[in-house]
């Protein structure tokens, strides 16, 4: 792109959740990042419990961070100014500009709106005067015509902006030529005169016998199909959000162990998991093989089990109790087995948690497996930080309302400011902070510790995994299916010249054409 081509953006939405409106956008930022182009991401609104804390101080959505990173960027409030994270069915916390404001629900939401939309324009115009680009993602699918009004990131957006917009569709789940259809022909004349074009994701076959259904498509609606990206399992880290994370199944691909046995890692589905993503850089290890279980059950014979975070936690704790879960997790542990908590977790290995903030339920008795109290603090911590554990150094983030009022355990983490954080006794190991599993050689002194109390002497750990270098192989690869499969050509002139003009509109007249 040249300069003349300064400024330009688009949309990338799907035909329904989880469609692969994030990797694509992911992938088209490392393809022009790596083209020399000044990319920024923006999605200007998710909902979604995966967080990261940003190089500006606030929380933004993981998978804004992944495309900021594809970019050649810190993670900032600007790529995601405006963030919902569910905190049950009916409510969610509202975080604008990286902070938490308050609580809403979907009625009271809409109180909210032009304030927010506001916002939102305001973002994306700043970063659209300091890049050349800014590849837009949507939020669910624009066909949700009930939510049309209070629209931020889909319809709403591109209309305030004048973006063209592409939609992407999952062809694995089935109906895929429906669903790009039937987006198109729902939305009203105005909102489809902005849409570009189509994708079709995670396909795998002949594709000649797509092609012919492609041309049809294309007849229907007067718009090109831009590219068909294939199915491909390389592609797992940094997932959007829960949707991804379904019990009894496994994390990642994991290579064959480097010694002669297998360590077996079970992290619990909790209903309101956050930041499911810290169980990754587990995912990554040869020999470590990772599944996401939801019943007491799967618990047995595992090596370690995992208590992530959770916008709930002491619903989530009592869902462990009720399930027989935290029953397990005890019997684990007293077996000198290794349970590890991180955030939410960590805080339900405690005596005593006493929430007057997320769940107003006062004093609530944990699993008891640590020494430790927990106080609920009206405001939220925020912080990236670093430490050392095992005389390594660490680094990692924090979000929680959670506060420790006493410990007696012996610290896992001396931070750089001198303050002891996180809990070890004997197998049980408890941190606040996120992100702590991807410091390589402190997850490999972990994973060593908790072999030995499995007693599984033949398990190695490898020397040279590289978590961060996994993340950018497959930002890499995501480009080069982009550039392989998709028309970059046709992208860009929808970056360069704006929304296509003359572009027809589905009428009932249309479709009874064809």
Not at 437 to 461: C, K, T
């Amino acid at each position: 792109m040249t300069g003349s081509r300064q400024g330009g953006a688009l949309l990338v939405a799907g035909a329904t959740s989880d469609a692969g409106k994030s990797v694509v956008v992911a992938g088209l930022c490392r393809l022009l990042a790596r083209r020399g182009v000044r990319v920024a991401p923006f999605k200007a609104q998710n909902m979604s419990n995966n967080s990261v804390v940003t190089v500006d101080g606030g929380e933004i959505g993981r998978a804004q961070a992944l495309q900021a990173r594809a970019c050649g960027l810190e993670p900032s409030v600007r790529f995601n100014p405006v963030l919902l994270k569910p905190g049950s069915d009916r409510r969610s916390q509202l975080v604008v500009r990286g902070r938490a404001v308050t609580t809403v629900g979907a009625r009271d939401y809409i109180d909210h709106r032009d304030g927010l939309r506001a916002v939102v324009a305001e973002e994306l115009a700043s970063l659209r005067a300091d890049f050349d680009a800014v590849i837009c993602e949507g939020a669910g699918s624009p066909a949700e015509i009930n939510l049309r009004r209070t629209d931020l990131a889909n319809m709403g957006l591109a209309r305030a902006a004048d973006l063209p917009v592409v939609v992407v569709g999952d062809i694995d789940r089935g109906g895929v030529l429906a669903h790009l259809f039937g987006t198109l022909a729902v939305l009203a004349p105005e909102d489809q005169r902005l849409i570009a074009g189509f994708v079709v994701n995670k396909f795998r076959g002949d594709l000649s016998l797509l092609q012919p259904g492609l041309e049809q498509l294309a007849t229907l609606t007067g718009r090109p199909t831009l590219g068909v990206l294939p199915y491909t399992d390389e592609l797992w880290l940094d997932a959007e959000d829960s949707l991804g994370v379904v019990a009894d199944t496994q994390v990642g691909r994991p290579g064959p162990p480097v010694g002669e046995q297998w360590l077996r890692v079970a992290a619990v589905r909790l209903p309101r998991i956050s930041n499911s993503t810290d169980v990754e850089a587990l995912a990554c290890e040869p020999g470590v093989a990772v599944r996401w279980v939801d019943d007491a059950s799967r618990l047995e014979d595992v090596d370690l089990i995992v208590l992530p975070g959770t916008k709930a936690t002491v619903d989530d704790l009592e869902w462990l109790r009720r399930t027989g879960i935290g029953e397990a997790v005890v019997a684990h542990a007293r077996r000198d087995k290794a349970v590890l908590g991180i955030c939410g977790g960590y805080q339900m290995l405690g005596t005593i948690l006493d929430d007057s903030v997320e769940s107003g339920r006062g004093r609530v008795r944990g699993l008891g497996l640590l020494d430790l109290e927990i106080e609920y603090a009206e405001s939220k911590t925020l912080a990236r930080v670093t430490g050392d554990a095992y005389g390594i150094p660490v680094s990692g983030y924090e979000i929680h309302h959670g506060q420790v009022r006493h410990s007696g355990d012996a610290p896992l983490v001396q931070t750089a400011g001198g303050v002891q954080e996180g809990s070890v006794r004997g197998a049980v190991y408890g941190t606040h902070w996120h992100g702590l599993l991807e410091n390589d050689s402190f997850r490999r002194i972990l994973l060593e510790d908790v072999a030995e109390h499995s007693r599984r002497a033949g398990f190695v750990p490898a020397g040279d995994t590289d978590v961060a270098a996994v993340r950018a192989a497959q930002l890499d690869l995501l480009a080069d299916l982009i550039e392989q499969h998709l028309d970059v050509d046709a992208v860009l002139a929808l970056l360069d010249q704006g929304v296509p003009r003359g572009l027809p509109v589905v009428t009932s007249e249309l479709r009874s054409g064809c």
